[in-house]
């Protein structure tokens, strides 16, 4: 697990807050706690790994609201939903609207612990994910519009000669293409090309 992964405790009730953030603590866990949706909103940092529990009954914003809202912007950080008021019907909504994991406050320590762990090597994983799109796509986007074209049709394992009369180039003229996107995209091979494409879930069409 990374050293800069991160639990986030969201819970308006400052004895419950305080208690989770201690077992986490004590467990060797890194904790930022807040008191709401909104103050935990000014401060998080969408590019550092963590995992996120969540207090479903709120003022303000609210914690369904507020997956709802990470969901839609932030799909690399783990949700627990956390309550006091546990019923099917809550568990059955908020793990439809993406949440991770659902707990009642009344849980054990051991359970909540697990599940957090689980909750920040997810985290982690999907941060990688999300590190190696961003980069995929920043490499691709150096690529020029016919380049482009070149390169889609390479990836589809098109010969240099089929692309030209595709594009109504020459085949030296593909052939300077497809050595400036290897160059560009730092890739040695049309596989390592393709692998790099579809690493970022096919964003640069």
């Known amino acids: 697990m990374a050293t800069n992964a991160k639990v986030y405790i969201v819970d308006d009730d400052d004895d419950m807050r305080n ?73 059955v909504r908020t793990l439809k609207a993406g949440a991770f994991d659902f707990l009642e406050k009344t849980a054990n320590h051991q359970l909540i612990l697990e599940r957090v762990r689980l909750a920040l090597a997810e985290g982690e994983t999907l941060h990688r994910r999300e590190l190696d799109r961003t980069r995929c796509k920043q490499l691709l986007t150096k690529l020029s519009p016919r380049e482009h074209e070149v390169m889609l049709r390479l990836i589809q394992g098109q010969a240099n000669k089929l692309i030209a009369i595709e594009l109504g180039l020459s085949e030296r003229t593909v052939e300077k293409h497809r050595k400036n996107i290897m160059e560009k995209t730092n890739v040695g091979s049309i596989a390592e090309l393709t692998r790099l494409f579809y690493a970022h879930d096919s964003e640069v069409v």
């Not at 603590?25 to 940092?45: D, I």
């Open 19 to 91: 208690s989770i953030q201690w077992l986490l603590e004590s467990a060797n866990l890194p904790v930022c706690a807040f008191e709401s949706a909104e103050q935990f909103l000014a401060s998080y940092n969408e590019n550092k790994p963590g995992c996120l529990l969540l207090d479903v009954r709120m003022p303000g914003m609210g914690g369904l609201r507020l997956l709802e809202y990470l969901q839609s912007i932030h799909r690399h950080l783990p949700v627990i939903m956390f309550t006091g008021y546990g019923d099917v019907d809550t568990a």
